[in-house]
């Protein structure tokens, strides 16, 4: 199993932008897609964006793509998600999440999970 540390959340307004961090330790980052989830209280877990092992895999949810980026550095066990142009709809907890070898894009099928970050946009 990887540990999984989100940073950068934070309260913003409307159209700035923000780069959520994860930090990763345990077993090899680079054998580990990485993931981006969000939740607000009373809702299903989202799915956000998502990276494989190396980065030539990216997947983005429709309500995010053009607007956020998500990476990662191997060297640095860390993965990163920008987020440009937010919204009030944006608003969130976010989750990063790491599922050994294969990108995906459930959450049930992710294994590790960081304990969130808040992300609040207002209008």
């Known amino acids: 199993q990887v540990q999984l540390v989100e940073s950068g959340g934070g309260l913003v307004q409307t159209g700035v932008s923000l780069r959520l961090s994860c930090a990763a330790s345990?077993?090899?980052?680079?054998?580990?897609?990485m993931g981006w989830f969000r939740q607000n209280p009373g809702k299903e877990r989202e799915f956000v964006a998502a990276?494989?092992?190396?980065?030539?895999?990216?997947n983005y949810a429709d309500s995010v793509k053009g607007r956020f980026t998500i990476s990662r550095d191997n060297a640095k066990n860390m993965a990163y998600l920008q987020m440009n142009s937010l919204k009030p709809e944006d608003t969130a907890v976010y989750y990063c999440?790491?599922?050994?070898?294969?990108?995906?894009?459930?959450?049930?099928?992710?294994?590790?999970w960081g304990q969130g970050t808040q992300v609040t946009v207002s209008s």
């Open positions: 999440a790491a599922r050994f070898y294969l990108i995906d894009t459930i959450p049930a099928d992710f294994g590790s």
């Open positions: 345990g077993r090899a980052f680079s054998s580990y897609a």
């Open positions: 990276i494989s092992r190396f980065g030539n895999s990216i």
